[in-house]
């Protein structure tokens, strides 16, 4: 009797000392990341510079993670806590809801945002403000020439031309597959590119079709054209900084410190710190600062 006494004693413990371990790294730590692209390194630190000058929150950053769908895996896991998603990818690619044009982007939000809490114990926060939709592009020159200004235009030139993305969306539901029955795109060629590259490429003529991203400056220095979505395939993507709801119990007046940032970007603006990366060859983690520091948000 005396055996078990101790073997329950042992495992009770083991396990409380395993309870009070999460709990302190919860309050104690938070680990921010985001996606391996430029808009998302930015934010990444913005938030990671954020939380350093207004809490006593041990911060680690792990930025350029992956995609979509390796974030989403590593804060249901606890290796990350919180990063910014995005409405459309979240409402479509992770919970796998059906997109209505008719619905608003703050039915959206509302949904994605009580379904996140309900499946994996995820708390969407208030948006930043801006939407950084997908967009199909290409070069001024070209679509000129072939009188393509919607993407029901394009469909009528398919059959020439090369299309570029990156890997991630050709495997999204809201990606390639989805497109194509949409519009009837017949295109002569895919090409696979990380995000980063393909506007130089759509620029030097090695790809034709691309798909950008709303708020990068490339768009405006390499002069494409952003086309028409006329059937609105696209839902909104309207960015929001997502946490594990475990760390906001554990710092109770951490959610209203963050909602602090609720709004402080537009597209323009979001674009323009975009440019100075990718464009002015400033350091993402300096662009973020500056920007917190203009909007005396730090110190």
């Not at 969407?124 to 997908?134: A, E, M």
């Amino acid at each position: 009797m005396r055996k078990w006494m101790m073997i329950l004693l042992a495992v009770g413990l083991v396990f409380g000392l395993a309870a009070c371990s999460g709990t302190s790294d919860a309050k104690g730590k938070i680990v921010i990341s985001g996606k391996k692209f430029t808009e998302q390194v930015i934010l990444t630190h913005l938030l990671a510079e954020y939380v350093k000058a207004n809490t006593d929150l041990d911060v680690e950053v792990k930025d350029s993670l992956g995609g979509a769908f390796m974030l989403q895996q590593a804060i249901e896991n606890g290796d990350v806590d919180m990063y910014v998603e995005y409405t459309g990818t979240g409402y479509l690619n992770i919970l796998k809801q059906p997109y209505d044009p008719k619905k608003t982007p703050e039915q959206i939000y509302n949904e994605t945002k009580k379904l996140y809490k309900e499946k994996y114990n995820i708390a969407w926060l208030k948006p930043l403000g801006f939407n950084n939709t997908y967009a199909l592009a290409m070069r001024r020159d070209l679509a000129e020439k072939l009188g393509v200004k919607t993407y029901s235009d394009l469909a009528k030139h398919s059959s020439s031309l090369t299309f570029g993305s990156d890997a991630e969306f050709f495997e999204r539901s809201d990606g390639y597959d989805g497109l194509v029955d949409t519009y009837g795109f017949q295109f002569k060629k895919k090409v696979t590119i990380d995000p980063d590259l393909q506007y130089e490429a759509a620029k030097n003529g090695e790809i034709d079709v691309i798909t950008a991203y709303t708020t990068d400056a490339r768009i405006k220095k390499y002069d494409l054209v952003v086309l028409k979505d006329d059937k609105q395939y696209f839902p909104p993507y309207h960015a929001v900084p997502i946490i594990r709801q475990e760390v906001l119990d554990a710092n109770p007046d951490l959610e209203e410190k963050l909602n602090k940032l609720a709004n402080i970007l537009t597209d323009e603006k979001m674009m323009e710190l975009n440019g100075e990366v990718n464009l002015e060859g400033k350091r993402p983690r300096e662009v973020a600062i500056d920007f917190l520091k203009a909007e005396g948000l730090i110190d």
